[in-house]
């Protein structure tokens, strides 16, 4: 789970591996956001898979990279 | 999960965010009235929750997700303090678990560049960058370091 300077830079880095996902770095922050925000609350509890699974929703992270198991 | 493993986890949280890095058993122990056994056990049920991951060889943490316990190419400043992220997720998720703006700092895999992102109000300075995320979500926890 890396960042990359551009999408060329990730195809050459994959070097013919099966790409996994590419999203916006401005994306990514929304995500870390909306999965990580409660971690250090006092309140906190673990997240349940169909929670989880609807940040992804919500996010527009669709399909089945990434669905849950 | 049980409360008696709820309220260490949050403790182990907690004293990960003040420390800048990731609190020893031993260091548990004495924040929270027990022994470094105790520590361990409650740990590894955590362990099997997801809740953190320990080091299969010395049962200290390895990861309190975002947080990582040993040194990676993620780096992430906040609130005067610095800490070790899991991967390019987990460091815009240590901003998150802070509430704090922040700057990360690691590099890009393919060409060696160093990247340095200032987050402010949730945002990245940058927006040019791509991240790629090559485990599908339903194998993450089938190797979570790799992942």
Redesign the interface.
């Given at each position: 789970?890396?960042?990359?300077?551009?999408?060329e830079?990730?195809e050459?880095?994959l070097a013919g591996?099966e790409?996994?996902?590419?999203?916006?770095?401005?994306?990514?922050?929304?995500?870390?956001?909306a999965?990580?925000?409660?971690?250090?609350s006092?309140g906190?509890?673990?997240h349940t898979r169909h929670a989880n699974q609807a940040i992804?929703d919500q996010l527009g992270l669709a399909g089945?990279?990434?669905?849950?198991? | 999960m049980k409360e008696g493993n709820l309220a260490l986890r949050n403790l182990t949280y907690a004293r990960f965010a003040e420390l800048g890095r990731a609190p020893t058993a031993a260091e548990m122990a004495a924040a929270a009235g027990l022994d470094r056994a105790e520590v361990i056990a409650a740990w590894e049920r955590l362990h099997a929750e997801h809740a953190l991951v320990l080091d299969p060889a010395t049962f200290e943490i390895r990861m309190a997700n975002p947080f990582s316990g040993i040194p990676t190419g993620f780096r992430v400043q906040a609130d005067d303090r610095w800490w070790y992220a899991n991967c390019a997720w987990d460091a815009f998720g240590i901003c998150a678990a802070l509430y704090q703006d922040g700057r990360i700092e690691t590099s890009c895999p393919d060409c060696g560049e160093q990247l340095r992102i200032a987050v402010r109000d949730q945002r990245p300075d940058d927006e040019s960058l791509l991240f790629h995320c090559l485990v599908p979500a339903a194998r993450w926890w089938e190797d979570i370091v790799f992942t």
């Open positions: 789970m890396n960042l990359f300077r551009s999408g830079h990730i050459r880095w591996r790409p996994g996902a590419t999203i916006s770095v401005a994306k990514l922050s929304e995500l870390a956001h999965w990580w925000g409660d971690r250090l006092p906190w509890r673990p992804l089945d990279f990434w669905r849950l198991p | -």
